[in-house]
DNA sequence: GTCTATACAAAGATAGAC
DNA sequence: GTCTATCTTTGTATAGAC
C-alpha cells in the first residue's frame, strides 16, 4: 500500500463520516442525534468521530454550515444578479429551491430549528450583511410597485415565494400521512408547483 | 387550610409546571429539553415533574396534542363547515392562524418537528380520518374550478394558503435577524398579511 | 405537596492496544 | 487508522425526610 491509497482511505473514511453525519443531524438535528448514531450510520467506531472531527460539536459546525450554504447562500447571487429581470429571478429561485428540496427534503426543518434555537448571531458570518431590502431584486420590485401606484414591502414578494416553494416540503410527511399520497404523487405536486408558483406569484403581485 | 385551598394550590403547581413545560417543549423540541430546564422555568424543584406527570415523555405527549390540537385541530371544523363560502374560508384559514401565530409563534417549528422525527401514525389518532380532498372546502373549490375550466389539485390551494400563513412565522427569528427588523416591525408586516393573504389567494386561483 | 439526596441509564470523550 | 474498553458528564427517575 503506497501513500497514494493510504491518502484515498483515509478522505474516504472522513468523508463516509461526515456524509454520515450530514444524514443524521438533518433529519434528528444536534440534541436528538447521538455520535453512536453517527457511527453506526458511517459503518465505522464511534471513536473515529473523535478521531477526524474532534467533537461532535466541531462536526455539527461543518454540517450546519454546509445546510446554510445550500438553503441561503446560494440564493445571494441570483437575488443580486443585474442581468436578470425580476420575472427570471422569480423562475430562478422557484427552481432552485425545487430542484435542490427534492434531493434534500430535510434541509428546511434542519435550518428552521437551527434558527429557533441559536442566537441571531450566528447568521451574520454566513451570509454577510445583505438584507433582501438591499438587493437588485428589491430595487426592481420597488420599480414595478412604482408603475402600478402600489406600496408593497419587497420581504412580502420575498416571503411569498420562499414560502409557497419551501414549505410543502417542510410538511410533506405531515401532508403525505394526512392524505394517504405515496411519494411519487407528491413528487407530482412539487414539480407542478415549479411550474405553478412563478405564474401565482406574477399575478399576486399584479393586484 | 382547608380542603378548597389544598385542591387550589394543587392544580395550580402542576398547572405551572405544565406551562413551563409547554414554554420550553414548544421552543426547544423533545430531544433539546432536558427536564431540568422545566423545572427551573417552572421554579420548581426536578421531582415534581415525577410526581405530577410520572415522566418526561408523558409530560411532552400531553403538549404534544395540545398544540396538535391548536395547529390542526381547530380547523377541521372550518374545512366542513357547509354554512361559510369558499371565501369566507379562506379569509378565517388566515385570520386563524395569524391570530393563533402571534400568541404562539414556536407552534409551526415544534409541529413540523414532531411530524419529521415521528411515524406518521402519530396523525391517524388527532385528526381523524379526514383527508382535506374529502372536505367542503375541496368540493366547493372544485365546483370553482369547473366553472373556470380549470384543474387544479385542492391541495396546493390548501398548501398555498398554509404556506403563506405559516412559514412567515416560522422562519421570523431568520427574516429578523436577516433584515435587521424588529419584533414590531415583524408584526406589523404580519399584521398587513392577514389583509393581503386572502387577496392574493383569489386573484392566484382564478388565473 | 414539596424538597434533598441519590440511584441508574445514556451519551460524549479519550486512552491505549493493534 | 481503527478498534475495544473505560472514564466522565449529563439527564431521568425515585426514595425518603419534612
Chains 1, 2 share one sequence.
Do not use: C
Amino acid at each position: 500500500m503506497n501513500d497514494k491509497d493510504n491518502i484515498a482511505k483515509s478522505e474516504s473514511t472522513e468523508q463516509k463520516i461526515k456524509e454520515a453525519a450530514r444524514r443524521v443531524f438533518t433529519s434528528k438535528g444536534y440534541a436528538g442525534t447521538r455520535t453512536r448514531d453517527i457511527a453506526e450510520e458511517s459503518g465505522y467506531n464511534l471513536a473515529l468521530i473523535n478521531y477526524y472531527f474532534r467533537s461532535k460539536e466541531k462536526l455539527f459546525e461543518i454540517i450546519m454550515m454546509e445546510n446554510l450554504q445550500l438553503f441561503i447562500g446560494s440564493i445571494i447571487g441570483m437575488l443580486n444578479n443585474e442581468a436578470t429581470s425580476l420575472d427570471e429571478k422569480i423562475d430562478q429561485l422557484v427552481t432552485y429551491y425545487v430542484d435542490m428540496l427534492m434531493v434534500n427534503p430535510g434541509i428546511p426543518v434542519f435550518i428552521l430549528n437551527l434558527v429557533n434555537n441559536n442566537p441571531s448571531a450566528l447568521f451574520e458570518g454566513v451570509l454577510g450583511g445583505n438584507t433582501v431590502s438591499d438587493t437588485v431584486f428589491a430595487t426592481q420590485f420597488k420599480e414595478q410597485m412604482k408603475k402600478k401606484k402600489l406600496t408593497i414591502h419587497p420581504l412580502h414578494l420575498f416571503m411569498n415565494i420562499v414560502s409557497l416553494t419551501v414549505f410543502p416540503f417542510a410538511s410533506a410527511p405531515m401532508i403525505k400521512a394526512k392524505n394517504g399520497i405515496s411519494d411519487e404523487e407528491y413528487n407530482q405536486l412539487m414539480l407542478e408547483r415549479k411550474i405553478l408558483i412563478p405564474k401565482w406569484i406574477k399575478v399576486m403581485m399584479d393586484m
